[in-house]
């Protein structure tokens, strides 16, 4: 199986002052032999690792991790798609095999529009040369400028990280869910499974409270255009990797077995063109 989604820092204030105090837990050097562990434990044996921090010096580190440790399968880096050098950036990057996708931390974005400037807007069609994929890190209120995005670029594939956050603390439904559903009716994008438990109450939640946000997520998707992801070490927030992993497995034990393939290995594959000769179980 495959963990589509987790980071990876050497711990410093300066670059990762996002962790506020309620975030101690977070606030150390998580590294790959301590992650691998976590995912033996639960039975993963491959990863995607996703970007934490907005430097291209943070993507070249992940690219240099995923080279000593051949568990990581792709890196989703930033990339600087608002500057001139962005198409140089995305051409030095991507001539590494584990380079696959790109994001960048838009739910932060003082402008709630950002993903309609014409700026982003040449960023994300630089992209396409390359074949890289596109992670939307979003709260609900911009999924309606996500699906202007979607719509634009037809041919780009998206996913949307964590289900685009939903308040499920405060049991939120909509318009979460009418927004979803249209972002799912287009067939370029994407959902990952993952995120869910530091959307609800850190010290409180549990397993019932997340499966109508499932329901919705895999009727709106189907199997065949959704991923699991831990979101380590984020997710030690509300709880340690093999809790927050048990939630996916208790939900999709009912499906067939080619549909929780999809889910937990292949699906992820096909997203972030991972190299088939190098995953395990493919050839």
Not at 138 to 149: D, I, M, T
Not at 196 to 202: I, P, S
Not at 245 to 266: G, I, L, N
Request: overall charge negative.
């Amino acid at each position: 199986m495959i963990d589509a989604h987790h980071h990876l820092w050497v711990y410093n204030d300066r670059d990762y002052n996002w962790m506020d105090e309620s975030m101690g837990i977070l606030k150390r050097d998580y590294l790959p032999c301590e992650l691998q562990e976590e995912m033996k434990k639960s039975g993963f044996s491959e990863s995607v690792v996703v970007q934490a921090r907005q430097t291209v010096e943070e993507t070249d580190w992940l690219l240099d991790v995923a080279d000593s440790f051949e568990f990581i399968k792709g890196v989703v880096g930033w990339v600087d798609l608002l500057s001139d050098e962005a198409k140089d950036q995305l051409g030095t990057f991507s001539s590494h095999p584990k380079f696959s996708g790109v994001r960048h931390v838009i739910h932060d974005e003082p402008d709630p529009g950002f993903m309609l400037r014409d700026d982003f807007a040449m960023g994300i069609a630089a992209m396409g040369q390359y074949d890289l994929a596109y992670d939307l890190l979003l709260f609900p209120r911009h999924l309606p400028n996500a699906l202007q995005l979607v719509q634009k670029f037809k041919n780009q594939r998206f996913v949307i990280d964590h289900l685009s956050k939903p308040n499920i603390k405060k049991r939120e439904i909509e318009p979460w869910k009418t927004d979803i559903t249209r972002m799912a009716a287009n067939p370029n994008v994407w959902c990952k499974i993952s995120g869910l438990v530091t959307e609800a109450d850190h010290s409180d939640w549990n397993y019932l409270e997340l499966v109508p946000y499932l329901d919705i997520v895999v009727e709106a998707f189907g199997t065949g255009r959704l991923m699991t992801g831990s979101d380590w070490p984020v997710c030690r927030l509300a709880g340690e990797y093999a809790d927050i992993m048990s939630v996916p497995f208790h939900y999709f034990a009912s499906f067939t077995e080619e549909e929780k393939d999809q889910v937990f290995r292949s699906n992820a594959i096909d997203f972030y063109n991972l190299k088939k000769d190098q995953v395990s179980g493919t050839g």
